[in-house]
């Protein structure tokens, strides 16, 4: 199994834009820990450096993972670069935005108040559905080609893609009701940090575990094909298998949600 100092080394190598610009996510991660300190100014009831600091770890994370990933389709080097340009510069973008409007005490997000923050927010609903489209585009890669991995692992990587983009879906539920509580306004008692509502349904408790599916389902796979000494079809069956499981679990927690129902009740 590779070590995150060889996946990093590789990411560099092959899909530089997306090592910078997963760079770039993890200064504003400090960024945002030296504004959480010296900042006292609140938006929907939490710091606002909160949810930029959440954004820029897991857009860094993201970013790192699709620059690895791109490495392991045969693709030309031309092919690679356009895929990559098209996740890196939108998620470059919409981090940079959601950090100015935190620098400005406002959300960033589901925000209309003015004709300048309805203009931001509508920026990043553009960035977003290219990264999207890229989803859709590896999707459709992963049905078509044989990868650089064994059978189990593409599994994994599929799975993970498919995952991936209902939590985006999610993320378009969110939009569509321009709130991600259920039940009640944005804000008010949440878990520590993560902040998802404790008294009502919370949509980004299916988004975040959709997102980081793509992380999840494929390194399970990696595991799997190492630690289970079988055949690659019975591995290819637990993979398919743990990746369903986990599909049922985001299922569990929108259905959750849009009950009105908090994913832990405190």
Sequence with gaps: MKTLKDILSIVKRES?????IGILHFVLVAVCIVGFFLDTRMVTGINTWIKPLKFSISGGIYVLTSGYLATLYPFSKRKRNIINN????????????VVFQASRGVRSHFNRGNAFDGILFGIMGLLISIVVMTMVFYIVET???KMKVSRPVQWGILLGWL???FGSWVGGQMIGQMAHNVGVVDGGEGLPLLNWSTIAGDLRV???FGLHG??????FAVV???????SRHIQSSVVIGFGLLYALWIAYTFYQAKQGMPFISV
């Design 143 to 145: 049905i078509r080609l």
């Design 214 to 219: 793509i992380q999840i389902i494929p390194l």
């Design 86 to 97: 098209l996740v890196s510069w939108p998620l470059a973008f919409e981090i940079v935005i």
């Design 224 to 230: 799997v094909t190492q630690k289970l000494k079988t």
């Design 163 to 165: 995952v991936v983009f």
């Design 206 to 208: 299916a988004h975040f």
């Design 16 to 20: 530089p834009i997306l090592y910078y």
